[in-house]
């Protein structure tokens, strides 16, 4: 038996920050600053409500290879200090389907800073894309989820690296 609510893609990764939370959390809840750090987001802009809270929506712009694409995005928990994390609306009936975050937490001399996806599941046009696919996909899915996995690393570092020099 299956769990139905049970993610398709669950990735994270964290690293220590020589910083304290209040310093890292102006940064990972900043979406027009991602593209600082992240190898596919080039930014964003605030569309609704006041930046950072809970129920603003933004549009998250994003580049990988030759594809360049929007997604319109509402915050789904900010709690400054601790967590900030967006589910992305475009593309999906299903409320939080894909959900990215980023949680900060005391640690010894500084923080722990971890960034997490979750997909829920795949959407219609993705689901279209990968029965079209010889092998059902399969090769796109690992390919796009060491892709996102390595994303995490480079948007958890960098944040890490800017924390540390300020």
Not at 53 to 76: M, Q, T
Not at 91 to 104: A, D, H, L, Y
Not at 124 to 147: K, N, S
Request: glycine share 10%; net charge negative; charged share 25%.
């Amino acid at each position: 038996m299956t769990d139905e609510n049970a993610p398709q893609l669950a990735l994270d990764h964290s690293t220590f920050v020589e910083a304290a939370p209040e310093r890292i959390y102006p940064l990972m809840s900043d979406i027009t600053r991602f593209g600082e750090w992240s190898p596919e987001s080039t930014g964003g802009e605030w569309l609704t409500g006041a930046p950072g809270e809970v129920g603003s929506r933004f549009r998250g712009d994003n580049s990988n290879g030759e594809r360049d694409w929007s997604s319109e995005c509402e915050v789904v928990a900010a709690e400054p200090g601790k967590r900030f994390a967006f589910c992305v609306v475009t593309g999906s009936e299903r409320t939080n389907n894909s959900v990215w975050s980023f949680e900060v937490e005391p640690e010894g001399s500084g923080s722990r800073l971890t960034q997490r996806y979750v997909l829920h599941e795949l959407t219609g046009p993705i689901r279209e894309f990968l029965d079209q696919q010889e092998d059902g996909g399969a090769q796109f899915i690992a390919t796009r989820t060491e892709l996102l996995r390595d994303a995490l690393r480079q948007t958890v570092e960098g944040i890490k690296k800017t924390a540390e020099q300020n």
